[in-house]
C-alpha cells in the first residue's frame, strides 16, 4: 500500500501523469488502506523487531501529497454535495435534491449533483479524507456523519459554517458538529438508538449489530453504558477509563430491554450482523434455530419495517412496536451539512442556499414522512405532538405499505426522546483510530478471548489511540 502512494507521489513530482490521476491513485490507495487495515501498526527499531516496551510516539498527521493549483478548482458547473448511499424507502433523500434542482433554486445558482460513495460509513470517511489531504475540488458540500466532524475539522478539510438561527435544532446534533468553539456543520438527519420488539414472537432473543465495522463500535458502547459500566467520559468525552464496572457491562450476555423492562439474551448471532442484516433477521423473526423478538437500530428501520406487508397483522395493524431508552447511554448519531475547506468564493452563497433549502420545515418533514430521517428542527417534533404533522404524499409503490399519521406521530416521539438522552462520540481528530483500537478488545471480550486483566491493561493504549498516538508493540487487546 505504501508503494501505492510513493507511485502517486513520484509520478506526480516527475510529471509522467497529470496530477488529477495522481490524485485519483493516491485517493483509490488512501480509501483502500483505510478500510482493509485492522489492528495497531509495530513500530520497529532499527534492527527490524518490534520493539519491547511501549511508548507514545508524535501525534498523527495527514499524509503530505500535491495541492492541485487554485486555478484548477471550481471547473466544476454543478454544487456537487458528497454522500452516501440513499438507504431510506423510495429514495426520498434523491427526490429532495431533484425538488431543489428543478424549481427551488435560484436560476443562476448551479444545479445540486449527488456524488454517492460507498454505503460504508469507514469506508466513505477514508475516501472523503484522501480527497481532502489532496487538495481535491471534487465536491463542494459533504454529508457528513457526526462521529467525523472533529477529524475533518481540525484537520482543515472543512470550514467554519455560519448559522443564523441556531435555536431551529436539537441540542444534541446541533453541539456535535461544535468543534473548539466554532460551527462546522449543520444538522440534517438525526439519530439515536430505538428498540424494536415483536409483537408476535414472545420469547425471542436480543438483535444487536456487533460486526467490525463502526456499528460495532457503536453498539459496544452502548452495552457498556445500558449495563452500568462506562468508558468515556468529559465535555468532548475524550476522558477514558476502563474499570470493574466497564469489564462486567461488556462480558454480560443479557440486554435489560426498554419496551418491557425483562432480562432479554443477546444471540450470539450478532457478532457478524450490521444494521442491514440485522433487519433481515428481525423480519423473519428467527436466525439459526433461535427466535427473535428484540432488535435495537435506528430510527430510519421503521419504514423499511413498516412498509413490509409481512410485518402487519390481517387489519393492518403493526406486528411491532418501537420505543426509545429510558436512560442516557445510547450513542448519538446521525449528518451534518459541511462546506469544503475547498470550496470556490463563487459557490459559497449557493451552497448555503441549498443547505438552507435541506433542512427546511418542509424538507425536514418530508425526508421523515417518506423515509424515516430522523428530523433535526424542534418545530417538526412539535409539529407531530401537536396534530399538525405529515404524511408522505400518494405515487409511493403499490407493494409498499403506508405510513399513517398516528405511526408516524409515535415514531417522531420516540426519536425525539432517544436523542434527548443520546450520547456523542469522542471529539477527537484520531476518533477512527480509537474506534478500531478499542472494537478489536471488546469483539475479543464478546468471543470470551480475552480476559479481564488484558482488557482493564489495555486502557493506555486505548488513551493513547484516541490522543493520535499510536503505540508500539503489540496491539491492546
Known amino acids: 500500500m505504501r508503494a501505492r502512494l510513493r507511485q502517486a507521489l513520484d ?61 484548477d478548482c471550481g471547473g466544476e458547473d454543478d454544487l456537487v454535495v458528497a454522500t452516501g448511499d440513499d438507504i431510506s424507502t423510495g429514495s426520498v433523500r434523491r427526490e429532495v435534491f431533484d425538488r431543489w434542482n428543478q424549481g ?62 441556531p435555536d431551529r435544532f436539537l441540542p444534541g446534533p446541533l453541539r456535535a458538529a461544535e468543534i473548539d468553539g466554532e460551527q462546522y456543520g449543520v444538522p440534517f438527519a438525526s439519530d439515536a438508538p430505538l428498540e424494536f420488539r415483536r409483537t408476535d414472537v414472545p420469547a425471542g432473543g436480543y438483535l444487536l449489530q456487533l460486526s467490525d465495522r463502526e456499528a460495532g463500535t457503536i453498539n459496544f458502547l452502548e452495552m ?5 459500566g462506562q468508558l468515556l467520559d468529559g465535555d468532548d468525552r475524550t476522558s477514558l477509563r476502563l474499570g470493574d464496572d466497564t469489564w462486567r457491562s461488556l462480558a454480560s450476555p443479557r440486554r435489560r430491554t426498554f419496551t418491557t423492562g425483562e432480562d432479554v439474551r443477546v ?72 462546506l469544503s475547506a475547498h470550496l470556490p468564493p463563487d459557490k459559497v452563497e449557493p451552497a448555503m442556499r441549498l443547505i438552507e433549502f435541506l433542512v427546511s420545515r418542509d424538507e425536514q418533514h418530508r425526508l421523515f414522512a417518506c423515509g424515516g430521517y430522523g ?21 409511493r409503490s403499490s407493494e409498499l405499505v403506508a405510513v399513517t399519521l398516528a405511526e408516524l406521530e409515535d415514531l417522531a416521539e420516540q426519536v425525539e426522546k432517544s ?3 443520546a450520547l456523542p462520540r469522542p471529539k477527537s481528530p484520531y476518533y477512527a ?45
Open 433 to 477: 483510530q480509537f474506534s478500531a483500537a478499542f472494537r478489536r478488545c471488546a469483539r475479543g471480550v464478546w468471543e470470551e478471548k480475552v480476559k479481564e486483566e488484558t482488557f482493564l491493561s489495555a486502557a493506555d493504549l486505548l488513551r493513547s489511540a484516541l490522543d493520535g498516538r499510536v503505540p508500539d508493540g503489540q496491539p491492546p487487546c
Open 104 to 165: 427551488k433554486k435560484l436560476p443562476g445558482d448551479p444545479p445540486a449533483k449527488l456524488l454517492e460513495l460507498s454505503g460504508s460509513t469507514d469506508v466513505r470517511r477514508a475516501q472523503m479524507a484522501a480527497l481532502a489531504q489532496a487538495g481535491s475540488c471534487q465536491y463542494d458540500v459533504l454529508v457528513l456523519d457526526v462521529a467525523w466532524v472533529a477529524e475533518y475539522a481540525r484537520h482543515g478539510y472543512i470550514r467554519p459554517i455560519p448559522l443564523s438561527e
Open 267 to 338: 444471540l450470539q448471532e450478532s457478532f457478524d450482523l450490521d444494521e442491514d442484516s440485522s433487519v433481515a433477521a428481525f423480519k423473519d423473526g428467527r436466525i439459526g434455530n433461535h427466535r427473535v423478538s428484540y432488535m435495537r437500530n435506528w430510527p430510519i428501520v421503521f419504514h423499511q419495517l413498516a412498509a413490509d406487508p409481512r410485518m402487519r397483522d390481517s387489519e393492518g395493524d403493526l406486528q411491532f412496536e418501537v420505543r426509545a431508552p429510558e436512560t442516557p447511554g445510547g450513542v448519538l448519531g446521525g449528518s451534518v451539512l459541511a
Open 419 to 421: 436523542v434527548g438522552l
Open 224 to 228: 457498556i453504558e445500558y449495563g452500568g
Open 11 to 71: 509520478a506526480f513530482q516527475n510529471r509522467q501523469v497529470s496530477w488529477r490521476a495522481a490524485l485519483i491513485l493516491y485517493a483509490v490507495a488512501f480509501a483502500a488502506a483505510a478500510a482493509l487495515a485492522a489492528g495497531w501498526q509495530v513500530v520497529r527499531g532499527p534492527d527490524g523487531a518490534p520493539r519491547q516496551q511501549a511508548e507514545s510516539l508524535a501525534p498523527v498527521t495527514p499524509v503530505p501529497v500535491p495541492t492541485a493549483p487554485a486555478a
Open 375 to 395: 428530523p433535526v428542527l424542534t418545530e417538526v417534533y412539535d409539529d407531530y405532538s401537536e396534530g399538525r404533522g405529515t404524511v408522505c404524499g400518494a405515487g
